[in-house]
């Protein structure tokens, strides 16, 4: 059954690597719902967030190609239940119509949504939650004219996750190999890649 | 960059001097024991070449005809000698004409490194001369690719291209590098191999509960069977894989890729798998009650119709690569791990067995099997001759001691379905992507990859005609390969689709040669045209013993078909051994 699931993903900051993972799913004809990238709780580690409609074995299977890719260190695919998760929604409406017929203060309050700009000629509103609470805004805006309506990609946090700060130094161990130990190098840290 | 410069740790002056890029490179090559290029000079890549010309004591460059020849060169080079091929070729046209070479390499899993040359730093992205986006072409190609565009990137990143090509699941990469990178002079400070990417995980942990559980599985089985591929030979694990299927006393069949990790005349080898692979190991796929897959992922090819696909049977998949536990096939037990790991844990655990009924059952096959074709097709009663006759002359000839490089199309089954193998890294043969062209440059590579072996070349008169401007290369280097176009004057295995699915409407596939005799002759390659069976044996045998390259075309049957074979769509079990059965 294709449900909602959204894949972290744990990289390198690579140029090109944006690429490299969104091949993956043009190959196979999958299209991505939401993508979002960003900082990781560990500097130098990037974190993608990326949203597909598809049954858990399509998933998993693009999963384990996402982790094959060289800069990706780590990836984790759960269903919304599974995790707590944001996009944030910018609407532009023009001041005098709103200002006249809405009542502004009440729809913040009720919408949880606030204002970013206000100026003569046009408020801009910002709400942050799920999908549901974005479009109801959406709704409630339509009717006064919505000039311009954008949201963001999907920002998640997975509830069981405990970060990526113990798993980093999982991935810098290095076990030593019979090649190593005859490797002059082989007690200086810099011999390490971090490139 | 922050590579080998931690702000923690003081590095202590060393002796530096200044260097080009393009120097840098070859120094790289040099410290990763490379000894033979293969490549193709262009404008983006000329201060390499230019540096060349100073390391010519100690780099061995082979100029072939065609960038894809080069890439297939190193290809057949890494196959049958377990090391990484280099190639070396320009911008533009020159990378783009790697393509070929690189999704082979990829799907077959062959250690590749390219180094491309690319414009200027300061012109990329401005549609200058031999300007293509190398990388982004390359990408879904490429186990790793990258640019570089400052040339004190180049001894790190060298070291990752070569760690990266030659570790766990091997494949291509591709280094682009621009030219200005290639001109400038830094600081050297020497050349260091690559150990540990963070990111990189060569090899999957070894979970001994799996193997425990999967030694447990075997040791129930009552018709086990083991199937293997490249997997065995990429993890130089022979041996170890020898040791278990002897302790076991399995019947053991080969992907295409897989042959010869075993000897093909091993007692307990029962042959190919797949499409036009032998009967028994197709048929008796939906038999055994374990399947144990080693080092291979379940090609299309293989399994035929994947829901009649050893249903009634336990899965045991032991592979490198996570993505492909589960992938096509779906495991009852993975086992992930290099199998040089992996396999001598399991023979441990796993009991002595004769299993001797089962064996039977396999033998049973090949007896039916050889009465039905192969016996028919070695010594056939037709005038013409066919091309298992010629592979059954070869083996008389070679004992199996050769190196056999096929291209595609059905020579290259009858090749890999009747040539004797004794030893493993012998058959060179593009099996995922079927490159027709493959062949030639690869013969090349894979003599420079053994010279002290023979090394035969096996081609259609469709395939050879893709790539023949190699001979150049092999004239010009004079590379020791004994070519055999076996010619039947069609597009041999696309005619036989269409006889056997789409009713005998022979679209395109008639095709007609040039003479190959003075072809070669043109070249100055010895060549001969044999069509009669009383010459085939003793021309075989001269020229199999000629010191120099050798071009033979053999006149086989028109319109022979390959068989057995599982149709497209059908299960493995539906395998057929005539057109009548169809």
Same mark, same amino acid.
């Given at each position: 059954?294709?449900?909602?699931?959204?894949?972290?993903?744990?990289?390198?900051?690579?140029? $090109?690597?944006?690429?490299?993972?969104?091949?993956?799913?043009?190959?196979?004809?999958?299209?991505?719902?939401?993508?979002?990238?960003?900082?990781?709780?560990?500097?130098?580690?990037?974190?993608?967030?990326?949203?597909?409609?598809?049954?858990?074995?399509?998933?998993?299977? &693009? /999963?384990?190609?996402? @982790?094959?890719?060289?800069?990706?260190?780590?990836?984790?695919?759960?269903?919304?239940?599974?995790?707590?998760?944001?996009?944030?929604?910018?609407?532009?409406?023009?001041?005098?119509?709103?200002?006249?017929?809405?009542?502004? @203060?009440?729809?913040?309050?009720?919408? $949880?949504?606030?204002?970013?700009?206000?100026?003569?000629?046009?408020?801009?509103?910002?709400?942050?939650?799920?999908?549901? @609470?974005?479009?109801? &805004?959406?709704?409630? &805006?339509?009717?006064?004219?919505?000039?311009? %309506?954008?949201?963001?990609?999907?920002?998640?946090?997975?509830?069981? /996750?405990? $970060?990526?700060?113990?798993?980093?130094?999982? %991935?810098?161990?290095?076990?030593?190999?019979?090649?190593?130990?005859?490797?002059? %190098?082989?007690?200086?840290?810099?011999?390490?890649?971090?490139? | 960059?922050?590579?080998?410069?931690?702000?923690?740790?003081?590095?202590?002056?060393?002796?530096?001097?200044?260097?080009?890029?393009?120097?840098?490179?070859?120094?790289?090559?040099?410290?990763?024991?490379?000894?033979?290029?293969?490549?193709?000079?262009?404008?983006?890549?000329?201060?390499?070449?230019?540096?060349?010309?100073?390391?010519?004591?100690?780099?061995?460059?082979?100029?072939?005809?065609?960038?894809?020849?080069? !890439?297939?060169?190193?290809?057949?080079?890494?196959?049958?000698?377990?090391?990484?091929?280099?190639?070396?070729?320009?911008?533009?046209?020159?990378?783009?004409?790697?393509?070929?070479?690189?999704?082979?390499?990829?799907?077959?899993?062959?250690?590749?490194?390219?180094?491309?040359?690319?414009?200027?730093?300061?012109?990329?992205? =401005?549609?200058?001369?031999?300007?293509?986006?190398?990388?982004?072409?390359?990408?879904?190609?490429?186990?790793?690719?990258?640019?570089?565009?400052?040339?004190?990137?180049?001894? +790190?990143?060298?070291?990752?291209?070569?760690?990266?090509?030659?570790?766990?699941?091997?494949?291509?990469?591709?280094?682009? !590098?621009?030219?200005?990178?290639?001109?400038?002079?830094?600081?050297?400070?020497?050349?260091?191999?690559?150990? +540990?990417?963070?990111?990189?995980?060569?090899?999957?942990?070894?979970?001994?509960?799996?193997?425990?559980?999967?030694?447990?599985?075997?040791?129930?089985?009552?018709?086990?069977?083991?199937?293997?591929?490249?997997?065995?030979?990429?993890?130089?694990?022979?041996?170890?894989?020898?040791?278990?299927?002897?302790?076991?006393?399995?019947?053991?069949?080969?992907?295409?890729?897989?042959?010869?990790?075993?000897?093909?005349?091993?007692?307990?080898?029962?042959?190919?798998?797949?499409?036009?692979?032998?009967?028994?190991?197709?048929?008796?796929?939906?038999?055994?009650?374990?399947?144990?897959?080693?080092?291979?992922?379940?090609?299309?090819?293989?399994?035929?119709?994947?829901?009649?696909?050893?249903?009634?049977?336990?899965?045991?998949?032991?592979?490198?690569?996570?993505?492909?536990?589960?992938?096509?096939?779906?495991? =009852?037990?993975?086992?992930?791990?290099?199998?040089?790991? =992996?396999?001598?844990?399991? =023979?441990?655990?796993?009991?002595?067995?004769?299993?001797?009924?089962?064996?039977?059952?396999?033998?049973?096959?090949?007896?039916?099997?050889?009465?039905? *074709?192969?016996?028919?097709?070695?010594?056939?009663?037709?005038?013409?001759?066919?091309?298992?006759?010629?592979?059954?002359? !070869?083996?008389?000839?070679?004992?199996?001691?050769?190196?056999? *490089?096929?291209?595609?199309?059905?020579?290259?089954?009858?090749?890999?379905?009747?040539?004797?193998?004794?030893?493993?890294?012998?058959?060179?043969?593009?099996?995922?992507?079927?490159?027709?062209?493959?062949?030639?440059?690869?013969?090349?590579?894979?003599?420079?990859?053994?010279?002290?072996?023979?090394?035969?070349?096996?081609?259609?008169?469709?395939?050879?005609?893709?790539?023949?401007?190699?001979?150049?290369?092999?004239?010009?280097?004079?590379?020791?390969?004994?070519?055999?176009?076996?010619?039947?004057?069609?597009?041999?295995?696309?005619?036989?689709?269409?006889?056997?699915?789409?009713?005998?409407?022979?679209?395109?596939?008639?095709?007609?040669?040039?003479?190959?005799?003075?072809?070669?002759?043109?070249?100055?390659?010895?060549?001969?045209?044999?069509?009669?069976?009383?010459?085939?044996?003793?021309?075989?045998?001269?020229?199999?013993? +000629?010191?120099?390259?050798?071009?033979?075309? *053999?006149?086989?049957?028109?319109?022979?078909?390959?068989?057995?074979?599982?149709?497209?769509?059908?299960?493995?079990?539906?395998?057929?051994?005539?057109?009548?059965?169809?």
């Amino acid at each position: 059954m294709k449900q909602e699931y959204t894949i972290t993903v744990y990289t390198e900051n690579q140029i $090109g690597l944006i690429n490299k993972l969104a091949i993956i799913f043009t190959r196979r004809k999958i299209n991505i719902e939401s993508l979002n990238t960003s900082p990781s709780e560990v500097e130098g580690i990037h974190r993608f967030t990326i949203v597909i409609n598809e049954t858990e074995d399509v998933v998993r299977k &693009l /999963s384990r190609q996402i @982790e094959k890719l060289l800069d990706v260190l780590k990836v984790d695919f759960n269903t919304d239940d599974e995790i707590i998760w944001q996009e944030m929604a910018l609407y532009k409406v023009a001041a005098d119509v709103i200002t006249e017929k809405v009542k502004v @203060e009440r729809l913040l309050r009720e919408q $949880g949504a606030r204002a970013v700009v206000i100026r003569k000629d046009f408020i801009i509103f910002e709400c942050t939650g799920q999908r549901e @609470e974005i479009n109801n &805004l959406i709704k409630t &805006l339509e009717p006064y004219g919505l000039l311009e %309506f954008v949201r963001s990609a999907r920002i998640a946090i997975i509830k069981k /996750s405990d $970060g990526f700060h113990n798993k980093v130094k999982e %991935f810098e161990y290095r076990v030593p190999s019979e090649a190593l130990v005859e490797n002059e %190098f082989l007690d200086k840290n810099e011999g390490v890649f971090s490139m | 960059m922050t590579a080998n410069s931690s702000p923690n740790i003081e590095i202590k002056p060393t002796a530096t001097k200044q260097v080009t890029g393009s120097q840098a490179l070859l120094d790289a090559l040099i410290q990763e024991g490379v000894k033979t290029i293969f490549g193709y000079p262009g404008g983006a890549i000329m201060p390499v070449y230019d540096a060349l010309y100073d390391y010519n004591d100690r780099l061995e460059h082979i100029l072939v005809r065609h960038e894809q020849g080069a !890439i297939h060169a190193a290809q057949g080079f890494a196959r049958v000698s377990g090391k990484t091929g280099v190639v070396f070729a320009t911008s533009g046209p020159g990378a783009t004409n790697l393509v070929t070479g690189l999704a082979d390499a990829m799907i077959d899993s062959t250690p590749v490194v390219c180094i491309t040359g690319q414009v200027f730093a300061h012109l990329l992205g =401005t549609d200058a001369f031999q300007e293509t986006d190398v990388i982004n072409i390359t990408t879904p190609v490429t186990k790793w690719s990258y640019q570089v565009t400052n040339a004190e990137e180049i001894p +790190h990143v060298l070291a990752k291209a070569f760690y990266i090509a030659s570790t766990g699941r091997p494949g291509p990469v591709v280094i682009d !590098i621009t030219k200005n990178a290639q001109l400038q002079l830094f600081d050297y400070e020497g050349y260091q191999k690559c150990f +540990h990417i963070r990111s990189y995980k060569p090899k999957p942990e070894v979970r001994p509960a799996y193997i425990a559980e999967a030694a447990a599985i075997i040791n129930e089985a009552k018709r086990p069977f083991v199937i293997f591929g490249q997997g065995v030979i990429l993890g130089n694990a022979e041996k170890e894989f020898q040791a278990f299927v002897e302790k076991g006393n399995f019947p053991a069949a080969w992907t295409i890729l897989g042959m010869g990790a075993i000897p093909t005349d091993h007692e307990l080898a029962v042959g190919m798998l797949g499409m036009h692979g032998n009967y028994g190991p197709n048929l008796l796929t939906n038999e055994c009650d374990v399947l144990i897959a080693i080092g291979m992922r379940f090609d299309d090819r293989v399994t035929g119709r994947l829901d009649k696909y050893a249903k009634q049977a336990k899965i045991i998949h032991l592979d490198i690569d996570p993505a492909e536990i589960d992938k096509n096939v779906k495991s =009852t037990v993975s086992v992930w791990g290099d199998c040089k790991e =992996t396999l001598p844990l399991l =023979t441990k655990l796993i009991e002595k067995n004769d299993n001797k009924n089962w064996l039977q059952k396999f033998a049973d096959c090949t007896i039916k099997e050889t009465e039905k *074709v192969i016996f028919p097709e070695q010594n056939p009663e037709s005038e013409t001759l066919t091309m298992a006759e010629v592979l059954k002359c !070869i083996n008389e000839i070679t004992k199996g001691d050769a190196i056999i *490089v096929s291209d595609v199309g059905q020579h290259q089954m009858v090749a890999c379905r009747y040539a004797k193998l004794n030893n493993t890294r012998s058959n060179v043969t593009s099996g995922g992507l079927g490159t027709m062209g493959f062949a030639l440059p690869a013969a090349i590579g894979a003599k420079y990859g053994a010279p002290d072996r023979q090394v035969i070349a096996i081609i259609g008169d469709g395939g050879f005609q893709m790539t023949l401007q190699e001979l150049g290369t092999i004239m010009q280097a004079n590379v020791n390969v004994k070519i055999i176009i076996l010619n039947n004057q069609f597009l041999g295995m696309v005619r036989q689709w269409q006889e056997l699915f789409h009713q005998n409407r022979y679209s395109f596939v008639n095709i007609k040669s040039p003479d190959y005799i003075k072809l070669a002759a043109a070249y100055n390659i010895d060549a001969k045209k044999v069509d009669q069976r009383a010459e085939l044996k003793s021309t075989l045998e001269d020229i199999l013993s +000629h010191e120099n390259p050798f071009l033979l075309e *053999v006149m086989v049957g028109k319109e022979n078909n390959v068989f057995p074979m599982v149709p497209q769509g059908r299960g493995v079990s539906e395998i057929i051994l005539s057109k009548e059965e169809l």
